[in-house]
């Protein structure tokens, strides 16, 4: 789904090679469907030993920004999501399935219209702060 998203919305993306493992979806590919595109081999990735990352440790500030978006956009999500689950995830002042918060705000995104759309002019810095790494 992500990739057919990429072709319809940032066709100009689909020869950018991703990082780390293979599409799932491009075993056989060319074997199924010999008209389709597929996309180029993926870049190998140099393992780090993990660590921190603002998408999977959103903290506070950006917690706010994708409940904002989120729980403004319920009307429009309530079809394919409970409400009350989604008030439920973003409860807590720092979102602890910070995954699902960022595929609700992106479809949020989406069918509300506000991507694809017009960038957005005048948003206030969001400061991410990187936990501390003795805790």
Known sequence: MIYTL???FAPQLREVPIEGKPWRFTDGLQKRWPWSHVP???MPTQKSGGGWSWRTSPGPDLTAVLREQVLGSLDA???I???D???A???DP???KPGTAWHLYTVAAMLTGLYPGKQPEGLEQITVS???PGR
Do not use: G, H, Q
């Open 6 to 8: 990429i072709l319809r």
């Open 40 to 42: 180029p081999p993926s």
């Open 77 to 79: 999500l309530a079809p």
């Open 81 to 83: 999501v409970n409400p």
């Open 85 to 87: 689950e989604v008030r």
């Open 89 to 91: 995830l973003f409860a």
């Open 94 to 96: 720092v979102v602890k």
């Open 130 to 132: 990187r936990p501390d």
